[in-house]
């Protein structure tokens, strides 16, 4: 029976700079992307060893700018990687050199140990072993590899029920007490790792989201194993769930008498059995039998990344949250993308790749929340909003593009917003509250929201508006174009045959009248 540690997984808030430490800093190879197995909008990064060999395993699930959680009990509290002892002083001079603040060296149970906090204030331990060595040492790294990160050494338990959780991880997962020291219980596996269990009565209980460990896995040989071990777990009547095709490992999940969810997955098919050794990491794929099956749409929904020395987006600090897509042979052109209620800044995207495959994508969030959904301003019924916060909102975001602009070089004259309903609304509400902003833009669905409408010279700014023709909002439309085209704006419009929804029908009227629009503005006036 083989034992011990397969993998570990969080979940991260900023893609690029979990990137950045794991395979920058700590040197770990990132050996496979893909779409979340629960969630195929949600990007899982793989970081080990040359081969991703289980027991070298750290992956996340990137929650891009979702909610933090809180480590507590119930939870994986600590994550220690294996380093040779002798590595202690590089790895010290390294985190300075990196600006990082490292706690240590100290002594645990016997070893030299180095702690600090990843990205989304994770805790790290390097920690000084001999005896843990990794299968297959990863030479392209940024690491010597007489200093690389070998393997995982352990993991930190959080749990009420110390003694429960103990006997849980001795009966079904093959680890076997070592030694007690304070609050924690020491146990070690076959293959050399540990799991520390340590007694949190009193602590607070864990809660899910970013810079928390989601899970940890233990390894299984084969099917049977994992068969056997759900066997066993239905007899104590604990939590298993069925086995899982995860394409690169199968696997049992239960949740471990403290709360802690703990994955039982095989060593094998691994991560070659859809890319080479040579090319690992540098493919995204998508699970198996998954609902999504256009993968041109996952890419322009899931975050982006670049390696280390790579270029990227150098993301800056702006009141609103906002994501960017880059094709991979951008034509200039920019859009500024406002999701309805309930969507986000990548809800648009796969619709406006399909007009313009070639531009460069800015999806933003709006601030207002509606039972915990985002919206661009405060509603008070379907058909009434709060005025006050329209103009405050909108105010905010005039803001937010023009920092936008400046932080990332962009050209104002040539942004072409486009709005869905309730960003819609606002798109129409900053013609007139901030006229100069917006140049060219497209309202989907879109309706008069504001009471009083201040004077605006529209004079100069093209719009499309399209509005579905059994759409409860689709009455409003001609008020809408009236009221936009008395101001002085060029205004097109369209009917699509449906409702309040978006599709494919949409992206012909849009594609049609941008080119449109670009043949006019190449005529020399």
């Keep these: 029976m083989v034992s011990g540690i397969h993998h570990v997984t969080a979940i991260t808030r900023k893609v690029q700079a979990n990137v950045d ?5 700590l040197g770990l190879r990132l050996v496979k992307q893909t779409a979340g197995f629960e969630d195929a909008a949600q990007l899982h990064l793989f970081y080990g060893d040359a081969a991703g060999t289980p027991g070298s395993l750290v992956t996340f699930l990137a929650w891009e700018d979702g909610s933090p959680g809180r480590a507590g009990f119930g939870q994986i509290s600590e994550i220690a990687l294996a380093i040779d002892p002798t590595s202690i002083g590089y790895w010290l001079t390294r985190a300075m ?6 706690e240590g060296p100290g002594d645990e149970f ?3 140990v180095l702690r600090l906090k990843d990205p989304d204030n994770i805790i790290l331990k390097l920690t000084g072993n001999r005896e843990l060595k990794s299968a ?5 790294g940024p690491v010597p590899v007489e200093h690389a990160v070998q393997r995982i050494r ?7 029920v110390p003694e429960e959780s103990r006997s849980f991880l001795e009966s079904h997962f093959g680890y076997r007490f070592q030694v007690s020291k304070g609050a924690i219980d020491r146990l070690v596996s076959q293959s050399g790792d540990v799991i520390d269990v340590r007694n949190a009565r009193g602590f607070w209980s864990g809660a899910p989201g970013t810079g928390t460990v989601d899970h940890v896995a233990f390894r299984a ?13 239905e007899k104590t009547n604990a939590s298993a769930t069925s086995t899982h095709d995860r394409k690169y490992f199968r696997s049992l999940y239960a949740r471990e008498p403290g709360g802690t969810l703990a994955e039982l997955a095989t060593d094998k098919p691994g991560m070659t059995v859809d890319e080479p050794a040579g090319t690992l990491g540098s493919k995204l794929f998508l699970p198996p039998k998954d609902a999504i099956t256009n993968l041109e749409d996952l890419k322009v929904v899931l975050p982006q990344f670049s390696m280390p020395g790579e270029p990227r987006v150098n993301y800056r600090d702006l009141p609103f949250v906002h994501r960017f897509y880059t094709p991979p042979d951008p034509d200039g052109s920019v859009f500024v993308l ?13 619709l406006l790749h399909k007009v313009a495959p070639r531009a460069t994508l800015l999806g933003v969030r709006g601030r207002a929340t509606e039972e915990g959904f985002p919206r661009w301003y405060k509603r008070i019924t379907p058909f009434s909003f709060d005025q006050d916060d329209i103009k405050n909102e909108a105010e905010a975001f005039a803001a937010f593009i023009d920092n936008a602009v400046k932080s990332y070089g962009l050209d104002p004259k040539k942004i072409v917003y486009v709005g869905y309903s309730n960003g819609a609304n606002l798109l129409n509400s ?14 989907l669905r879109s309706m008069p929201v504001l009471t009083d409408y201040p004077h605006a010279d529209l004079t100069g700014t093209d719009l499309l508006v399209i509005s579905g023709k059994t759409d409860a909002y689709g009455r409003y439309a001609n008020e809408l174009r009236t009221r936009l085209k008395t101001s002085g704006a060029t205004v097109d419009s369209d009917v699509i045959f449906g409702g309040h929804d978006l599709g494919d029908a949409d992206v012909p009227i849009i594609q049609k009248w941008l080119l449109q629009k670009d043949r006019q503005a190449s005529v020399p006036q």
């Design 21 to 25: 430490f794991y395979a920058g800093f």
């Design 97 to 102: 050199s990196f600006g990082l603040r490292m």
């Design 110 to 112: 016997g070893e030299t």
């Design 136 to 140: 297959a040492p990863w030479h392209g």
């Design 154 to 160: 352990g993991a930190t338990m959080l749990t009420e």
């Design 221 to 233: 040989t084969d099917d049977a194993q994992l068969s056997t071990v759900h066997e066993a777990l």
């Design 338 to 350: 406002l999701h309805g209620s309930g969507g986000n800044e990548t809800t648009l995207m796969p």
């Design 430 to 443: 900053l013609l007139y509250l901030h006229p100069s902003l917006i140049h060219r833009a497209v309202l």
